[in-house]
């Protein structure tokens, strides 16, 4: 994020985005789910450009044992950043950039999860970034989610998530790599079905209004998100679904 690149070009004469887009249009997302056979779960998402990969395990007994709580799951979620993901190497291991997006990606999902029904145990959610072009932290949440559902583990509904932002003075969805470079703000947020936001962040300026218009773009953003992992998972599980009914 930087603001001092004022000569960097973010619209055509027709308002359309450096990649054709329009200022509402999210970047187009591919999922499959179920794609690594030792996870209880996994998925497979690619956004844009981003390309990344989640597995879940568990709920399973907690190790080490002195990370067991007595009384709930702990939740682990790890983000990780291959070093070949993005332009130059990303050095390898965990860094103050991965622990944070670790840290409020498990907040996001801890509202939806029922830890209090597992003592003892974990859920562990690992993402695996493989091609960077802003917005991972996003993408990686929307894995995520969907492999936790592919683990079977209960969850109150789906978090999907988005980011909204600031280029060239105007409001946009869905920051991609030049955007989030020299654009103004970025305001990445998680959400549940419910529309309870359970990650806010956010990198630049904005104004009251512009905040206010950016989160209800980003909201809209998320809710976009929300219908195609619902079509990836009926997708993925219709014909189990048909298999039931025709059991009955
Ligand atoms: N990035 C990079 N090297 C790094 C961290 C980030 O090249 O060590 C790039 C990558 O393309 C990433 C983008 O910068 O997607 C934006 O990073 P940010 O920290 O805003 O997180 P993200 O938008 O990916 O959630």
Same mark, same amino acid.
């Given at each position: =994020? *930087?603001s001092?690149?004022?000569d960097?070009?973010? !619209?055509?004469?027709?308002?359309?985005?450096?990649?054709?887009?329009?200022p509402?249009?999210?970047?187009? =997302?591919?999922?499959?789910?179920?794609?690594? *056979?030792?996870a209880?779960?996994?998925?497979?998402?690619?956004?844009g +450009?981003?390309k990344?990969?989640a597995?879940?395990?568990?709920p399973r007994?907690?190790?080490p044992r002195? #990370?067991?709580?007595?009384?709930?799951?702990?939740?682990?979620?790890?983000?990780?950043?291959q070093?070949?993901s993005?332009?130059d190497r990303a050095?390898?291991?965990? *860094?103050?950039?991965?622990?944070e997006?670790?840290?409020?990606?498990?907040?996001? !999902?801890?509202?939806?999860?029922?830890a209090?029904?597992?003592p003892?145990a974990?859920?562990?959610?690992f993402?695996?970034? %493989?091609?960077a072009?802003?917005?991972?932290?996003?993408a990686?949440?929307?894995?995520? *989610? %969907?492999?936790?559902?592919?683990a079977g583990?209960?969850?109150?509904?789906l978090?999907s998530?988005?980011?909204a932002g600031k280029?060239?003075?105007?409001i946009?969805?869905?920051?991609?790599?030049p955007?989030d470079?020299?654009g103004?703000?970025? %305001?990445?947020?998680?959400?549940?079905?419910?529309?309870?936001?359970t990650?806010i962040? #956010?990198?630049?300026h904005?104004t009251?209004s512009e905040?206010?218009?950016? #989160?209800?773009?980003?909201?809209?953003g998320?809710?976009?998100?929300?219908?195609?992992?619902?079509?990836?998972?009926?997708?993925?599980? +219709?014909?189990? #679904?048909?298999?039931d009914?025709?059991?009955?």
């Open positions: =994020m *930087s001092n690149q004022t960097v070009v973010f !619209f055509d004469e027709n308002g359309l985005r450096t990649d054709q887009r329009k509402d249009e999210i970047r187009p =997302m591919k999922i499959k789910i179920g794609v690594l *056979s030792r209880n779960g996994s998925c497979y998402l690619e956004w +450009a981003n990344v990969i597995a879940v395990y568990g007994e907690a190790h002195r #990370m067991q709580l007595a009384n709930k799951a702990v939740i682990r979620y790890r983000y990780n950043m070093s070949f993005v332009e050095r390898p291991g965990p *860094s103050r950039r991965s622990s997006i670790s840290k409020v990606s498990r907040e996001a !999902f801890e509202p939806v999860l029922f209090e029904d597992y003892k974990a859920i562990d959610i993402v695996e970034v %493989l091609q072009d802003a917005g991972t932290r996003t990686a949440i929307n894995a995520a *989610s %969907l492999a936790l559902v592919d583990i209960p969850m109150r509904g978090v998530a988005c980011a280029v060239g003075g105007k946009v969805l869905d920051l991609n790599k955007e470079n020299y103004e703000a970025d %305001l990445p947020i998680a959400m549940t079905e419910d529309g309870k936001i990650l962040q #956010m990198d630049g904005l009251p905040f206010e218009e950016a #989160m209800e773009l980003v909201q809209k998320c809710r976009q998100v929300l219908e195609i992992q619902k079509a990836a998972l009926l997708e993925k599980f +219709a014909s189990v #679904m048909d298999d009914e025709e059991e009955i």
